[in-house]
């Protein structure tokens, strides 16, 4: 028998938590979203729940059902002249505006992840669409807003997701090589607007008449009208139009021809929907991997940035000109374009369409609504108040803003420690305080191949202080030193991605898990996000003796004392400062592993390592390093090719056996 004990007890015991901790975290402005969004990675692979969730297929599944059911509530408990008066500015930023922000949001993702216009649009397309799930929670929040901004916001979150939709799929299908026809982008939309809109209101009418002939009990109708709901969004969904748009319009219908239905109904559909909502981001957070928000976490800030403070007003301001909102109305609508589930959401969609580098659109996608969640989601009644927006309500109180804005730069805060604490990890170095403690720490080159904790941080700052005949041995063992373990670490790479494309010619498609490990490495080792076709070429290791020399030629066997000082061993960008003696060896590593100067060099690295042949060595790659000179590059492979023949530096390059 499964043992399903453990699973129900840990989801349970953080969904509790989550409740709890929310209803404590409102105080101080917290979103619940946001408290279940976290619960959920809490729980997940890399938290102390430990839950292992990555079926992209369920997952879907599962956050179309709960968006429909959000979807389906919001609209039961939406009036009709609540809708007639935000209906057609709503459907204004639902259309137009989403594509209007995904076209703003696309040039910055060119910029910020160096991706094709095609790539960086699908990106904007994922996080162009308002959630659903924030929006209605925010009109449930007791933020006493004017109707129109209200209904304006919630129809927009209703009708943009079609838009959204479409536009992914598109540009997913254009990136797997079966681009949509020219007009097929217009008709599409087009119809599944069309079709959502009459199944949803035929759904809604023949409801309304049902229950006009069918007594139930409360309990049984919520059910019943739940049920209606579906069938509206599951029968749209067959005809190829909007199930969300069906099922909201189907709510609303309802509402409207049967208003007594709705209301018995309401409290049911309510707690179904809060259900939904908690349960999608808690699904959510077990989704994702939280670390590899680390590896986009600063360019995806800044996307959620241009996001809500460029390409959102810059939509909704000129949008909503034909309508009359005034300039604080304006000003609240362009601010809550509130992020949550939905883009997270329709970040599955790629890795179910095969788009290349998949994983990268949902690690932006969670970084998106999580600044959006923490910086919209907890100032937005702070704004309302600021512009005067809340009616009958006291004046902001000076306590609670500083608790809402305290509260909200400590999650911030907190979030760029996580993204510190999840970067690479950083080996323990010894430290030697005087050139002859190095000496002593070296022993002649004892401790070449003794493993991580032999190596050295920085050379002491009286190192240049020795002879050259001194420095010589020394510094070529820990230039060595470092290579040697900087070439460890490209062969566990070079071996995880081996062990991903032998799994992929075998036909068994990668784990989210594994995506997103090629996708980090394709951006180390080719500077952006795209096919990996050539990156096992990319991924070989440097010959200690070709590091050695040319670190030798940059700083004079170490006697150069500018650089010396900033770790720079291998010179280096002008004024580069380097932690560590190894960070310099990565740099090093890294720019002839994915700088186009060196080309020929990776070329000729991986025919002579082809197989089980080890053919590469310092002599015999010299002669494909010097492009990058700008002197005479004759004369300096003749330098590298003499240092390594008179030092015997090739020792070096069968020192550690564990790289090869």
Avoid at 312 to 323: E, G, H, K, Q
Wanted: glycine share 10%; hydrophobic share 50%.
């Amino acid at each position: 028998m499964p043992d399903t004990g453990p699973i129900f007890f840990t989801l349970a015991l953080f969904a509790a938590g989550g409740i709890l901790v929310g209803a404590a975290g409102s105080r101080l402005g917290a979103p619940m979203l946001l408290i279940f969004l976290m619960a959920g990675m809490l729980a997940g692979r890399e938290g102390p729940g430990g839950i292992e969730f990555d079926q992209s297929t369920l997952a879907y599944f599962l956050g179309s059902a709960a968006i429909a059911v959000i979807l389906f509530e919001g609209g039961l408990r939406t009036k009709p002249r609540i809708l007639k008066q935000g209906l057609r500015p709503g459907v204004m930023l639902a259309v137009p505006g989403t594509v209007l922000t995904a076209f703003i949001v696309a040039p910055v993702a060119m910029l910020l992840f160096d991706m094709s216009f095609i790539s960086a649009l699908l990106l904007g397309a994922i996080v162009s669409s308002t959630d659903a799930a924030a929006v209605f929670a925010l009109a449930a929040s007791g933020i006493k807003l004017p109707e129109k901004v209200v209904s304006t916001l919630e129809v927009e979150s209703g009708f943009n997701d079609p838009i959204a939709i479409i536009l992914v799929i598109g540009l997913v299908e254009t990136l797997a090589g079966q681009p949509l026809q020219s007009w097929e982008w217009v008709v599409q939309p087009v119809y599944m607007l069309a079709a959502g809109a009459l199944v949803g209101y035929g759904v809604g009418l023949l409801s309304a008449d049902l229950f006009r002939h069918v007594k139930l009990p409360v309990g049984l109708k919520a059910i019943l009208t739940i049920a209606l709901g579906l069938l509206a969004f599951g029968l749209a969904d067959l005809l190829s139009g909007s199930g969300f748009l069906a099922i909201y319009l189907t709510g609303v219908t309802l509402a409207w021809r049967a208003p007594v239905v709705a209301e018995d109904a309401a409290p049911g559909v309510d707690g179904l929907a809060w259900l939904a909502q908690t349960g999608l981001f808690l699904m959510l957070g077990l989704y994702v991997t939280p670390s590899h928000i680390a590896v986009v976490a600063l360019p995806a800030a800044i996307t959620a940035i241009a996001l809500f403070a460029l390409a959102r007003p810059a939509a909704s301001f000129l949008l909503l000109l034909p309508f009359k909102f005034t300039v604080p109305e304006k000003g609240f609508i362009a601010w809550t374009g509130l992020r949550g589930a939905t883009p997270v959401f329709l970040g599955i969609l790629p890795l179910l369409g095969g788009a290349p580098n998949a994983s990268l659109y949902i690690s932006v996608a969670l970084a998106v609504v999580l600044v959006s969640l923490v910086v919209q989601g907890w100032t937005a009644p702070l704004v309302a108040r600021q512009l005067q927006l809340c009616e009958a309500t006291a004046p902001p109180d000076r306590g609670e803003v500083f608790s809402r804005l305290g509260s909200m730069s400590v999650v911030l805060l907190a979030g760029v420690w996580f993204a510190v604490a999840n970067s690479p990890v950083r080996n323990i170095f010894m430290e030697p305080e005087s050139s002859s403690e190095l000496i002593a720490m070296v022993g002649a080159g004892e401790m070449l191949g003794a493993g991580e904790d032999s190596l050295i941080a920085t050379f002491p700052a009286d190192f240049s202080d020795l002879s050259v005949a001194d420095r010589q041995p020394v510094y070529a063992d820990v230039v060595a030193l470092a290579m040697t373990q900087v070439n460890r670490e490209i062969a566990a790479e070079r071996e995880e991605l081996l062990a991903m494309l032998n799994k992929e010619a075998d036909g068994t498609a990668l784990s989210l898990e594994e995506q997103t490990r090629r996708d980090i490495l394709a951006r180390k080792y080719k500077g952006r996000y795209e096919e990996t076709g050539d990156l096992l070429a990319r991924i070989n290791q440097i010959p200690p003796s070709l590091a050695i020399s040319q670190s030798v030629l940059a700083t004079g066997w170490g006697g150069a004392d500018g650089l010396m000082q900033r770790n720079a061993i291998f010179g280096g960008r002008a004024g580069a400062n380097y932690e560590t003696i190894i960070d310099a060896a990565r740099d090093y590593a890294d720019l002839l592993n994915s700088h186009p100067v060196f080309s020929e060099f990776r070329t000729q690295s991986a025919e002579m390592t082809d197989g089980d042949k080890d053919d590469a060595s310092g002599a015999a790659l010299a002669q494909y390093v010097g492009g990058y000179i700008s002197g005479n590059a004759d004369e300096y492979i003749n330098a590298i090719n003499e240092l390594i023949r008179a030092n015997d530096l090739n020792r070096y390059d069968i020192a550690d056996p564990g790289t090869t």
